[in-house]
C-alpha cells in the first residue's frame, strides 16, 4: 500500500464515517429541528470528503497516474 492509497483510504473512511454518524444523529434527534443539524454534514462535508478522495487518487505524481483512465482498474469500459 502506497502512501497516496493511506491518503485515500482515510478520505473514504472519514466520508463514511460522518456519513454514518449523521444516520445516527438523525435517528436519536427528537424533533425535526435537530434533525436538520444531523443532516447537513452527510450531504456537505461527506461529498468533499470523497471528492478530495477521487482528486488524491486521480491528481499523483507517481507513474502510474500518467496511464490512460481506460487502464484504472475500476475502469467499466472494456479496452478492447
Known amino acids: ?3 497516496r492509497d493511506g491518503v485515500v483510504a482515510v478520505f473514504l473512511g ?3 464515517l460522518v456519513t454514518l454518524l449523521s444516520v445516527v ?3 436519536v434527534s427528537r424533533n425535526v429541528y ?3 443539524h444531523f ?3 452527510g450531504a456537505v462535508l461527506a461529498p468533499l470528503l470523497v471528492a478530495a ?3 488524491a487518487k486521480r491528481h499523483s505524481t507517481s507513474a502510474d497516474s500518467r496511464r490512460s ?3 484504472w482498474p475500476w ?3 472494456d479496452p478492447s
Request: glycine fraction near 8%.
Open 1 to 3: 500500500m502506497s502512501l
Open 14 to 16: 472519514l466520508g463514511v
Open 25 to 27: 444523529g438523525v435517528i
Open 69 to 71: 483512465p481506460r487502464s
Open 39 to 41: 443532516v447537513t454534514p
Open 53 to 55: 478522495a477521487v482528486v
Open 34 to 36: 435537530q434533525r436538520l
Open 75 to 77: 475502469s467499466c469500459s
